[in-house]
């Protein structure tokens, strides 16, 4: 299992292939849920095995996607009516409200996610399980403290500055070749009308748009880049080094949970998996791996909690996935960033 | 009086049965206001459904404008946020341009159909969305644009759930208000009827609180609907009271008229006992068999009076022939006993002379004025049937004077003291016939008539109406 685990790190670093990285928990011959998921193994591992330990005579088949072929996979399964995997869990929360929106999840009803509110789940089809702030990461030798933003207007301020020192050295995600870069900067238009002013700034400071969570951080740590936008603060959090700076935004800060869905003709084990991961054990672990709580940054503490947005699993998340709207907002975030130096 | 008789068999209570009607009454009033309320609740959702359909394809529509030759829709979350309102259900949208190429949105939506449509006005109508029933409407917008001319379609369409839901909640609602309202009805039912049958325990408290001889009706204040109970109640009781005060009268008749007959009888037998002269003992015993004979006759009359008494209390009147009457009484040869020799006669016409009676009362009374005719009166004896101005006549008539005119007047009192000492029974014979008459709302009539003495019992003739 240790080696696994081990494989599935050292596949973390590969670039995005269709099917990142794949593991089982559990014994050999037990039942196995086919669990397609965008969290990194490394993270979700250890509640996974709490799973399997609990409910011995069931495995979980891991499989690790980059959100874009998870959904598009999904959707294919979907539309054929094929039973592919028996649950999905995704960060890209829209492409899973769509999936739901198509039919193609199956219901299930538990005290469990009944107790959720309202805005993590709907038609008793999706489930957000999760719950992850969109962070600012700094690496601190390289940034001075009085330079660190707190706000996007510090960080509008800071690019604007027009300092050759952070020139292609701020990152932030492809929403393109990213499910959940493409969601948080759609959450961000949808926000405040400082995204426009955000574009301006990457562009003005030829920011870098890439791939992923992981690759981002380790960019950070190295000092390849001074700061990055809109970063998973539970990556940061679980591979935690002293080199990065974490900031929730005080102006507002995202957050994102974890979409859980059981599709078409998966198996019934994945409802369990489901109550789990809900259920007080399953969130504890889920704390652990930084997937829920509180941040443990002192930077990050004591944010008003008018800041706090969540991205609620509702069909409002369909406009994010309409193909005009997504075709125009891919072209200007192009456009921003055609401007700046790709690497 | 505390003793505890069996109860009759209870039929359901009162309670019980309005209970039962009630209830029956609710449930189909109940399954009535269901399907009402449920097709006005269809109805409702319907319509503000309709509108949150419209309202977002309105905004969408709104947003379009032409880039490039192109259509173009800005999707405005707004939109989505109304479709939200009905927070489970499916959404399904599509923009297509004139030729109905897909601009943006989801392929499986169509616009309405053709027939649906009316130029201007958006068109609802019923589809599904990946098999699941849905409401759908589009909405056209027309453009005249140097690079575009022509329409964009905005379909929206919604799964049904929020519909349903409300629909349901609203039937629910309509069915929890009727089935309170019914069970305060039947609350209230229950409640007035125990109030309206409080008078009959009132009575059957105050029957256990009688004397049981005291029969005298019951003068409780009660409703109308026991009034009627109450009344037959009070009308069985005097019968009771009339039937015991006969047997009263009867018992002390009886002892009071058989006193002297039966003392007379033994100072006879234990004076023949004591004679020594043979021919003089034969002649006292003939008048003692003579005397123990009259006493016979006296108790057989006693006895059909009691009869007589009991049967117009108790049994039901019916339609009686008088001349039937008068033959049974004429062939029952009586007057071979009585008065052998006797000429007699039969005077009946062809037609029926119908009473409303009891037929062995009027042959009771029949004999009795027979037989004293024979006994007191003169030869020939007739007897005879007539009617007349609705009055039927039963007669009897002798050649005789008839009787004193000062024992005309006592005649028909219960029990006549000089007749009942001398053995004899005409007075009790003739009360006979009074408690006959009056029975039968008739009376009795003495007369002289132009061959002598005539007895008649006068009964109102039945009519083609009481019949």
């Not at chain 1, 008793?124 to 940034?143: F, K, M």
Request: charged letters at 25%; aromatic letters at 6%; a negative charge.
């Amino acid at each position: 299992m240790i080696r696994a685990v081990l494989l599935a790190l050292a596949l973390l670093t590969l670039p995005a292939a269709a099917q990142e990285a794949r593991t089982r928990f559990g014994a050999d011959g037990a039942t196995a849920i086919r669990l397609r998921s965008t969290t990194d193994i490394a993270i979700l591992g250890p509640t996974l095995e709490a799973f399997v330990a609990r409910n011995p005579g069931l495995a979980v088949d891991y499989e690790q996607w980059g959100s874009n072929d998870l959904y598009a996979l999904a959707l294919q399964d979907c539309e054929a009516g094929r039973s592919g995997a028996d649950a999905l869990l995704s960060s890209a929360v829209h492409q899973m409200v769509e999936l739901v929106n198509f039919g193609c999840a199956s219901p299930y009803r538990s005290a469990e996610t009944l107790a959720l509110p309202e805005a993590r789940r709907w038609r008793d089809e999706i489930w957000g399980i999760t719950h992850e702030a969109a962070v600012i990461v700094y690496n601190r030798a390289l940034l001075p403290p009085e330079d660190v933003p707190q706000t996007r207007f510090d960080l509008l301020d800071l690019m604007r500055r027009d300092d050759p020192r952070h020139r292609g050295r701020i990152a932030t995600y492809d929403i393109e070749a990213s499910g959940l870069g493409y969601l948080f900067a759609y959450a961000d238009s949808l926000e405040a009308s400082t995204f426009g002013a955000l574009l301006e700034g990457f562009a003005r400071a030829e920011a870098v748009a890439t791939c992923c969570s992981a690759e981002i951080i380790q960019g950070v740590a190295e000092g390849r880049y001074l700061l990055a936008y809109n970063v998973l603060g539970s990556y940061v959090e679980a591979n935690r080094r002293d080199s990065v700076g974490v900031v929730r935004p005080r102006d507002y800060t995202l957050f994102l949970s974890r979409a859980y869905m059981i599709p078409k003709g998966g198996a019934p084990e994945a409802a369990l998996l489901l109550n789990f991961l809900l259920s007080p054990e399953g969130q504890q672990r889920l704390t652990e791996s930084r997937l829920t709580g509180p941040g443990r940054d002192p930077d990050t503490s004591g944010l008003p909690e008018s800041a706090e947005r969540p991205i609620p699993i509702s069909p409002e998340l369909l406009v994010a996935r309409d193909a005009q709207k997504r075709g125009r907002f891919i072209a200007r975030w192009r456009d921003t960033f055609g401007r700046a130096a790709l690497p | 009086m505390a003793e505890a008789a069996p109860l009759p068999r209870a039929e359901r209570s009162l309670g019980l049965r309005v209970a039962m009607g009630v209830l029956s009454l609710l449930l189909v009033g109940g399954v009535v206001v269901a399907l009402a309320s449920f097709g006005y609740g269809r109805q409702a959702a319907r319509t503000a459904f309709d509108r949150l359909l419209l309202g977002a394809a309105n905004d969408i529509a709104e947003t379009i404008i032409i880039e490039a030759g192109e259509p173009v829709a800005d999707l405005p979350v707004s939109a989505f946020q109304l479709l939200g309102l009905a927070a489970q259900d499916r959404i399904g949208y599509a923009l297509r341009d004139a030729e109905g190429r897909l601009l943006t949105g989801h392929a499986t939506v169509q616009p309405a159909p053709p027939a649906r449509s009316q130029p201007g006005r958006p068109a609802f109508f019923d589809g599904t969305l990946q098999g699941e029933a849905a409401r759908f409407v589009t909405l056209t917008r027309r453009f005249a644009e140097r690079d575009y001319s022509g329409a964009v379609t905005v379909t929206v369409g919604q799964t049904l759930l929020a519909r349903n839901d409300m629909a349901l909640g609203l039937t629910r609602n309509a069915l929890i208000v009727t089935a309170l309202g019914g069970i305060a009805l039947m609350v209230l039912a229950l409640v007035v009827i125990r109030r309206a049958l409080r008078p009959l325990d009132r009575i059957a408290a105050e029957l256990l609180a009688r004397d049981p001889y005291d029969l005298t009706p019951m003068e409780a204040p009660v409703p109308a609907e026991v009034g009627v109970m109450l009344g037959a109640m009070n009308r069985f009781m005097r019968r009771l009271d009339r039937q015991v005060g006969s047997m009263r009268n009867l018992i002390s008749d009886t002892a009071h008229q058989l006193r002297t007959p039966v003392a007379a009888l033994r100072v006879q037998a234990e004076l023949a006992a004591d004679e020594p002269d043979a021919e003089k003992r034969g002649q006292m015993l003939e008048r003692l068999a003579r005397r123990s004979r009259s006493l016979g006759e006296l108790l057989d009359q006693m006895l059909s009076r009691a009869l007589v008494i009991h049967r117009t209390d108790s049994v039901p009147r019916q339609p009686v022939d008088l001349r039937d009457i008068a033959l049974a009484v004429f062939e029952t040869q009586d007057h071979e006993l009585l008065a052998p020799g006797t000429a007699v006669e039969l005077e009946i016409g062809p037609d029926p002379v119908e009473v409303l009676a009891d037929e062995m009362s009027l042959i009771e009374a029949a004999k009795n004025m027979f037989n004293n005719a024979l006994r007191h009166g003169a030869a020939p004896v007739r007897i005879g049937v007539e009617a007349q101005d609705g009055r039927a006549a039963l007669w009897v008539e002798d050649a005789g004077q008839g009787p004193p005119p000062e024992l005309l007047e006592r005649i028909g009192a219960r029990f006549e003291r000089s007749a009942a000492s001398r053995g004899q029974s005409a007075g009790l014979g003739l009360s006979i016939l009074r408690a006959v008459a009056e029975a039968f709302e008739g009376e009795v009539r003495f007369g002289h008539s132009a061959v002598g003495f005539r007895v008649s019992l006068i009964l109102p003739q039945m009519t083609e109406a009481s019949r």
